[in-house]
């Protein structure tokens, strides 16, 4: 079976830069996917990363390392918007989707 | 861009009632479609995937004939929740797998939040 372990909770100041981790534990590995989702509202997809390395799209970088099964999601330049919850995810064989347990982030001024 | 939609967006139902609830992508064909459940300040939890033409197939834990999964088109699948009781309350989310040339991309609907009294 697949489970993924993030950090509960992140707090850090507008501005800064935060680095959520992930740890996964896959019996395939199909890459490793970085959701956000503001309270109330869907996960919208942020990234994906299928091989080693650092994988930028504007202000967020996703990170992974296969022989480690750790990934992260690293924010920059934050803003009060940015605050909400963070999931990994890996897909199995069939594509289904296995999340993390979330890691909630809140952006103070 | 491929676009999600989930209807209805909020429901409040009765104890023993049945809820429906539609998920439709807009501007592109989805042969496959999952369905998630999150409750509060929880992740979200897989409970079925639904494949155009075919049965559901269900994650372990979930009642099948509670939940009733059906694919008819390549555009919609909807779920049913039957004899629907305050514990079923939740966010229902839908999702749809995006085909493109690497990865897996899936496009989530906006969810439908059920409250059961």
């Known amino acids: 079976g697949q489970s993924l372990e993030q950090p509960s909770e992140v707090t850090a100041v507008e501005g800064a830069i935060v680095q959520i981790n992930c740890t996964y534990q896959t019996s395939g590995f199909y890459g490793l996917s970085w959701y956000q989702q503001h309270d109330g509202g869907a996960p919208t997809f942020l990234s994906y990363?299928?091989?080693?390395g650092l994988e930028e799209t504007g202000r967020f970088s996703s990170f992974l390392s296969r022989s480690d099964s750790y990934g992260y999601l690293l924010l920059q330049e934050l803003q009060m918007k940015d605050s909400a919850s963070y999931f990994c995810a890996v897909p199995d064989s069939s594509y289904k989707l296995i999340f993390g347990s979330g890691t909630r982030l809140l952006v103070r001024p | 861009g491929a676009v999600v939609s989930q209807h209805p967006s909020r429901v409040i139902c009765k104890s023993g009632t049945s809820v429906k609830i539609e998920c439709r992508s807009l501007?592109?064909?989805?042969?496959?479609m999952f369905w998630y459940r999150q409750f509060p300040k929880q992740s979200l939890m897989l409970m079925a995937t639904s494949n155009e033409g075919s049965k559901a197939t269900y994650e372990q834990g979930v009642e099948k004939d509670k939940f009733l999964i059906n694919h008819a088109s390549l555009t919609l699948s909807t779920l049913t929740v039957t004899s629907a009781h305050p514990e079923d309350s939740s966010f229902y989310i839908c999702s749809a797998r995006v085909l493109r040339g690497e990865g897996n991309e899936q496009f989530f609907g906006p969810g439908t939040r059920l409250t059961v009294l």
């Open positions: 501007d592109f064909q989805a042969t496959t």
């Open positions: 990363n299928a091989l080693d």
